[in-house]
C-alpha cells in the first residue's frame, strides 16, 4: 500500500511539473493574469499603423493596439499611418494595458490599448487621422 500511495504522489507531482513547465514556455510573455493588467516594454519594431513589436523581459511580443484601426499598408493612408507610429514610439518604452477578458487576436497579437507617458498613442492615432475607432 505504501508504495502505491508513494508512485502516485510521484506521478502526481511529476504532471503538476509538467503542467507548470508547459504553462511558463505557452505563456504570454507580456501578461500574466494571477499579477497585473499592465506592463511595459521597450518598442523595437513598428509593423503597421495599428501593429508594432515590443521587447519586455528579452522576449519579443507583437501588439496590437486595441480599439483603432488603421488603414492597410497597400491603401492610402497606410504607409503614413505606420510612418507616424514610428516616430510616436519606436525605441521608446511604453505602457500596455491589457483586457483580462480578451488577451489576443486571431493572429496571436496581444491586444493592448498603448500609452507614451501620459499620451494615448491610439487616440492619438485617431486624433491626427491615420486610424479609425473600432471595438
Do not use: S
Amino acid at each position: 500500500m505504501a508504495g502505491r500511495r508513494t508512485t502516485r504522489r510521484l506521478v502526481g507531482l511529476l504532471v503538476a511539473l509538467l503542467v507548470a513547465v508547459c504553462g511558463y514556455i505557452y505563456r504570454a510573455p507580456l501578461y500574466d493574469a494571477a499579477t497585473a493588467q499592465w506592463a511595459e516594454g521597450q518598442v523595437i519594431r513598428v509593423i503597421d499603423g495599428d501593429t508594432f513589436e515590443v521587447l519586455y523581459k528579452g522576449d519579443p511580443d507583437k501588439v496590437r493596439i486595441a480599439n483603432i484601426d488603421a488603414w492597410e499598408l497597400k491603401d492610402p493612408g497606410g504607409p503614413q499611418a505606420k510612418a507616424y507610429l514610428r516616430r510616436l514610439i519606436e525605441g521608446k518604452v511604453v505602457q500596455l494595458k491589457t483586457d483580462r477578458a480578451r488577451l489576443r487576436d486571431r493572429y496571436g497579437r496581444l491586444l493592448a490599448r498603448v500609452y507614451l507617458d501620459q499620451l494615448d498613442v491610439g487616440q492619438e492615432m485617431i486624433d491626427r487621422g491615420h486610424a479609425r475607432p473600432w471595438e
